[in-house]
Every structure is written in C-alpha cells, then in structure tokens.
T-cell receptor, first 113, second 113 residues
Framework: GESVGLHLPTLSVQEGDNSIINCAYS??????FIWYKQESGKGPQFIID?????DKRQGQRVTVLLNKTVKHLSLQIAATQPGDSAVYFC????????????FGTGTRLQVTL | DAGVIQSPRHEVTEMGQEVTLRCKPI?????LFWYRQTMMRGLELLIY????????DSGMPEDRFSAKMPNASFSTLKIQPSEPRDSAVYFC???????????FGDGTRLSIL
C-alpha cells in the first residue's frame, strides 16, 4: 500500500518578495525558540533564535516574531532569494531541560523566479 | 570553524548486521544529541548527553539501539541487529552548555536492506 508521510505545508514565493513562515508551538512554558533551515541532503542549519522575554529579534534579512499569548512564532525573510529554498523548522525547548528541543513538522519554501 | 562531523555519510547494509554511526561535536560544546529523521515521523530526538553523561534516552526506540560518549570529542550510535525499519537519516548535534542553539552535522543516511 501507499506509505503516508508527513505532509509538509509549502509556501511559494516569488524571488524578491518577502516570505513569512508560521509556527504554532505547544507548551506555554517554553522559553527558548529556534528557527532552522534544512536544504536537501544537509542537516538543519541554525538561522535565528529568540527567548521568551523578547517578542522580536532581527538578523540579516530575517526577523523572528514571538507571540506568547497565542503561542505563535513566525520567521520573516526579506527579499527572498532562490538560495532560501529549503524546509524551515521551528523548535521550542522543553522547560526544565534547557538542552532538549521539540521540532515542528516543517514548512517547505519554494522560491520561484 | 569545523562544524559537527558525522561519519559515514552513507551506509547501506543488510538486516541483522551491526551498524555504528560516529559523531565529533564542535570543540568546546558539552551537550551532544542524536536524532533520527524520516518522512513518516519527522525529526525525533533519540538521546542526549551533557558532559559525556547520558541525560535522557527516552527516545531510543529499542534495546537494539545504544549510544556512548567516551570523551568530549566523540560519540557513537550503534544498532545491533539492524532492521529495515531503522532506515533513516541520523543526525548528531551539539550545543554549548545547553543554553544556545544546537548545531547539526550533515547526517548519516542509513539504508538497511
């Protein structure tokens, strides 16, 4: 029979446009969040992180927004480039275990020319 | 700077054989994590170490799986005997003090025939 895998939501964005990738996290006690980018054949690559005492953090072309009220995290990528095409994961820490992360299922970003 | 180094990058073997995956964390990092990634289940934490000591192995699927960290610069994940359902990409990651992001290697793609 046909195997059923995780269905990754896909976001298609035109080159040069801004991308917004969303993530709902599960534990209101989580206090550290990370966004990762995974390209085909590679491991997840750290992009940006944010702690719960902040609601916004900016990096180079990327911004992470945290809304603790609704347990929502977003990654904004400015001026999206073909090299941004990848699967993006959010991760939250397990409170009380600073090291242990729980990963979301991921969003595939496709950049069209 | 050298990142997390995993070997081998690919492994194909017959069921019943012993498989050993290797990981060298980033120098100075004292937390090490083993993950498994499949289409069906996404990214799953198998076990993690702090200062070479296993802290949480609740993600290890069965007794066929074991992991060791004999020193701060080396860890192994062993499967004995291997089964086709163990086929996946296995990632190693490391972090500093559990306070910062985890950095991943490029994984070992394991195929059990």
């Amino acid at each position: 029979g046909e195997s059923v895998g995780l269905h990754l939501p896909t976001l298609s964005v035109q080159e040069g446009d801004n991308s917004i990738i969303n993530c709902a996290y599960s534990n209101s006690a989580s206090d550290y969040f990370i966004w990762y980018k995974q390209e085909s054949g590679k491991g997840p690559q750290f992009i940006i992180d944010i702690r719960s005492n902040m609601d916004k953090r900016q990096g180079q072309r990327v911004t992470v927004l945290l809304n603790k009220t609704v347990k929502h995290l977003s990654l904004q990528i400015a001026a999206t480039q073909p090299g941004d095409s990848a699967v993006y994961f959010c991760a939250e820490n397990n409170p009380g275990t600073a090291s242990k992360l729980t990963f979301g299922t991921g969003t595939r970003l496709q950049v069209t020319l | 700077d050298a990142g997390v180094i995993q070997s081998p990058r690919h492994e194909v073997t017959e069921m019943g054989q012993e498989v050993t995956l290797r990981c060298k964390p980033i120098s100075g990092h004292n937390s090490l994590f083993w993950y498994r990634q499949t289409m069906m289940r996404g990214l799953e934490l198998l076990i993690y170490f702090n200062n070479n000591v296993p802290i949480d192995d609740s993600g290890m699927p069965e007794d066929r799986f074991s992991a060791k960290m004999p020193n701060a610069s080396f860890s192994t994940l062993k499967i004995q005997p291997s089964e086709p359902r163990d086929s996946a990409v296995y990632f190693c990651a490391s972090s500093l003090g559990g306070e910062g992001p985890q950095h991943f290697g490029d994984g070992t793609r394991l195929s059990i025939l």
